[in-house]
């Protein structure tokens, strides 16, 4: 079991996001979303909802499972991909 760095609730691996730490076109460390929960480094996981992510960013605890790392666009954006476009 792993437990969602928003909500801190255990779920199963397959219920949850891997998010590893990576860097964006700046340079900057970014969070990047890991679909096929494979890459190397150290991984954070989280509920796919817009609620964990947004629990997850108030609690800081993104930097905290992915140090240095603030830019959550990319997972954002994942899962703004997912839930479709809004109405
Ligand atoms: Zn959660």
Do not use: F
């Amino acid at each position: 079991m792993r437990t969602c760095i928003g909500c801190r609730k255990t779920a199963t691996r397959t219920q949850l996001l891997r998010l590893v730490k990576s860097t964006n076109g700046t340079g900057e460390p970014a969070a990047l979303v890991d679909l096929r929960r494979r890459m190397p480094g150290r991984g954070a996981w989280l509920h796919p909802t817009p609620d964990c992510l947004r629990l997850a960013l108030k609690r800081r605890a993104i930097g905290r499972a992915l140090p240095g790392v603030s830019d959550v666009s990319a997972v954002e954006a994942q899962l703004a991909k997912w839930s479709g476009p809004s109405e």
